[in-house]
């Protein structure tokens, strides 16, 4: 048996060419709604932007604003078509959707670690074939609602390492790892080989 190959990617601008919670809450939700809710957050959205330990707290605001009593299913039936939407409407990167593919090709794990929510990450990851989505989860109370907070902490920084750590187990990993943003850095650091996504496309794999 040879060395597990697990190759780990970002998404928001790495798999996709730009953001995409702020488009699907327009989606889920409309664009008024969103435009008002951000209105009313106003000095809370601008500390999360400026200040890094502010910013989970203030998408979590956002989120709440928008998406707290909603039903869950419902939500997640929009998820779905969001993802398929993302898939199909040339809203992600070619270079590194080939590269994700050539890895699936040949035979490793792939799996997303974002600190998008799975609500749509993880129609997504089984529209790509992945082996896992690990991402932001969002609270659901006993009736089937969500509350608007999230389920365990935000997908992002050190915590996309803790997390992609527990899916590894235990076990020796050649990772790969690809991110496109200061958030992604500890995981690009943990990974033997690691990608960092810019403008210039992905080359492809020699």
């Known amino acids: 048996m040879g060395e597990r190959v697990v190759a780990a990617f970002d998404v928001d601008g790495t798999l996709t060419r730009r953001d995409s919670l702020g488009p699907f809450l327009a989606y889920a939700c409309g664009r008024r709604a969103v435009?008002?809710?951000?209105?009313?957050?106003?000095?809370?959205?601008?500390?999360?932007?400026?200040?890094?330990?502010?910013?989970?707290?203030?998408?979590?605001?956002?989120?709440?604003?928008?998406?707290?009593?909603?039903?869950?299913a419902e939500l997640g039936e929009r998820g779905r078509r969001y993802a398929a939407g993302l898939h199909r409407d040339g809203r992600m990167r070619d270079?590194?959707?080939?590269?994700?593919?050539?890895?699936?090709?040949?035979?490793?794990?792939?799996?997303?670690v974002s600190a998008s929510p799975t609500v749509y990450l993880d129609p997504l990851g089984e529209?790509?074939?992945?082996?896992?989505v690990v991402s932001t989860r969002l609270e659901v109370d006993g009736s089937g609602r969500l509350t608007?907070?999230?389920?365990g902490p935000n997908v992002r920084g050190a915590e996309k390492v803790r997390r992609?750590?527990?899916?590894?187990?235990?076990?020796?990993?050649?990772?790969?790892?690809?991110?496109?943003?200061?958030?992604?850095?500890?995981?690009?650091?943990?990974?033997?080989?690691?990608?960092?996504?810019?403008?210039?496309?992905l080359p492809p794999v020699a």
């Open 164 to 201: 992609l750590r527990a899916w590894l187990g235990a076990g020796t990993v050649e990772l790969w790892a690809y991110g496109n943003s200061t958030d992604d850095e500890p995981m690009l650091a943990l990974a033997e080989f690691p990608h960092r996504i810019g403008r210039r496309p």
């Open 35 to 72: 435009i008002a809710a951000a209105a009313r957050l106003t000095p809370e959205l601008a500390r999360g932007a400026l200040r890094r330990d502010e910013r989970d707290r203030a998408k979590e605001r956002l989120i709440e604003a928008l998406l707290r009593d909603r039903d869950a």
């Open 148 to 151: 608007g907070r999230f389920d």
């Open 127 to 132: 529209a790509l074939g992945v082996t896992a």
């Open 95 to 112: 270079d590194t959707l080939r590269r994700l593919a050539w890895h699936l090709a040949e035979g490793h794990d792939v799996v997303l």
